[in-house]
Nanobody, 121 residues
Framework: QVQLVESGGGLVQAGTSLRLSCATSGRTFRNYVMAWFRQAPGKEREFVAAFTWSEITRAYADSVKGRFTVSRDNAKNLLYLQMISLKPEDTAVYYC??????????????WGQGTQVTVSS
């Protein structure tokens, strides 16, 4: 089993920054590719970013490329999503997930509970 707990969401103004964290635990979480997804009201869950624990491979959605950065702290088993130049369209619940590495949510068996990010204009 893999356990994921997100934190760091909040209400911010457009143009500012926010860093989300995802605490990971479980015996086999490092066997999975880690990803961030988000879901805005009335919309489908969409891929944001993914990377392997070795950080050899990283991928970003076009909508966040150049503004969002994924990283991890192996010693603390934490994942991060650093977000800069936030836009109102970034408003969503952000989820940490562990899975295959694809951009499809259904290929990720493990999910956190989500953290709300609201960007005001």
């Amino acid at each position: 089993q893999v356990q994921l707990v997100e934190s760091g969401g909040g209400l911010v103004q457009a143009g500012t920054s926010l860093r989300l964290s995802c605490a990971t635990s479980g015996r086999t979480f490092r066997n999975y590719v880690m990803a961030w997804f988000r879901q805005a009201p009335g919309k489908e869950r969409e891929f944001v970013a993914a990377f392997t624990w070795s950080e050899i491979t990283r991928a970003y959605a076009d909508s966040v490329k150049g503004r969002f950065t994924v990283s991890r702290d192996n010693a603390k088993n934490l994942l991060y999503l650093q977000m800069i130049s936030l836009k109102p369209e970034d408003t969503a619940v952000y989820y940490c997930a562990a899975g295959s590495g694809s951009r499809r949510p259904d290929e990720y068996p493990y999910w956190g509970q989500g953290t709300q990010v609201t960007v005001s204009s």
